[in-house]
Structure formats: C-alpha cells, structure tokens
C-alpha cells in the first residue's frame, strides 16, 4: 500500500519570497514520484516527476523536487514565486513509471500575496 | 501536446435523476483512462480505471451500478452517475494515458451539483 502526506494544508507567501512545499510518502514497494498543481475548477497540470536517476528534479514554471529516500519525502521548492503561482499542489506517488493509478495526497494551497 | 477535453463542465440536476459525463481524448487514443472524484477541499480519490472494449476497474468502496463506465472507442471514456443524490455532489475529473509517453494528461473536471 502506498500513502501520501502534505505536511501543511495552506501555506501564505508574499510575492518574490522563496517556497518549499512538504510532501512525504510511505510505500512498500518502488515509487514513482510527482507533483501536480490544480488552478480553481480545473484539472490537473503535472509540474514534475521523479522516476529515477538525478534525485534533485526540475519542473515547469521554475519549480524544483529533491526526492530523499532515507527521509522518504519528495518536497516541492521555488525560489521566487509569483502571484500566478497561487493554487492547490498536489504531490502522488505511483507505482508504475506511467503514473498510473495515483495516490495524491491532501493538497496544499500556496497562496501568493503581494 | 496530449489534450483531453471533458464535457460538461458544470451540471446541476435534481435528485434521482441521471448524468453522463465524457472525456475524450482530442489528438491521440487512449486505450486507458482514470476517473477521480474530488471533494472541496480535498484529495482526489481514485473511482475506476476505464479499458477501452473491457469492463472497467473500480476502487474498493466505489459502487459500480451506480457510477457506470462506458470506454467504447479508443478516444472516448463516459461516466454516468446513476439516481443521482445530493451526496452525490463533487468535482470529477478524468485522465487519459498517453501511450508513446505512458503520461497522464487530465481533463478540467465537472462540476456536478444535484439538489
């Protein structure tokens, strides 16, 4: 069985701050790693994914992950967000390359205030 | 890219009666497609895995005969929520694999409110 933890349901920045998203997993089996972000009454956009290799991923819109495998976490981090930044983060783990039958965990809104 | 396109966007209907929701996969076929139901703010909990031309896979706890699901072509996946129930209310997505990738490309979900 695998499960997903986000450490922190909200998290309010202000504009040009930096930004670290918690995420830890447990799983008994290989994991595959993502992260997702959701704007309001919208699907889903994959922002970044760990599969193997490099453990320090780079996504879209000036997101970065590190997995760390002896913490069993897979934080989310940007170095200066952006008002547009403001939405729910999702972090999943799969256990298939495809990222196939997710299991995400509870969300985190970033909030972005200028 | 990979688009999928859900439709409708938004549905209000009235309490036992049905709602067919599609996702469709616009420039690729997608033999395989993932269907979430969403509650504010929450997760998004897997209902069933759709295999186009097979009967679909659902979750523990998900009842099938009343969320049916239809995979008929290769580019198209409906949902249709049977006797609907105000507790029926939520936000449901659909995702798509992309087969070359093996991606997930999700749709902008439904808005479905029954009163």
Redesign the interface.
Known sequence: AQSVTQLDSQVPVFEEAPVELRCNYSSSVSVYLFW?VQYP??????LLKYLSGSTLVKGINGFEAEFNKSQTSFHLRKPSVHISDTAEY?CAVSGE???????????TQLTVNP | GAV?S?HP?RVICKSGTSVKIECRSLDFQAT?M?WYRQFP??????MA?SNEGSKATYEQGVEKDKFLINHASLTLSTLTVTSAHPEDSS?Y?C?A?VPVS???H????T?LTVT
């Open positions: 997702y009454n919208q699907g889903l956009q994959l999702f390359t495809s990222g196939s039958r997710l299991t995400f965990g509870e969300g | 999928v859900q966007s395989t993932f703010k929450q997760s998004l909990m897997l895995t936000f997505i995702s694999r093996q991606g997930l999700f749709g902008n979900g808005r």
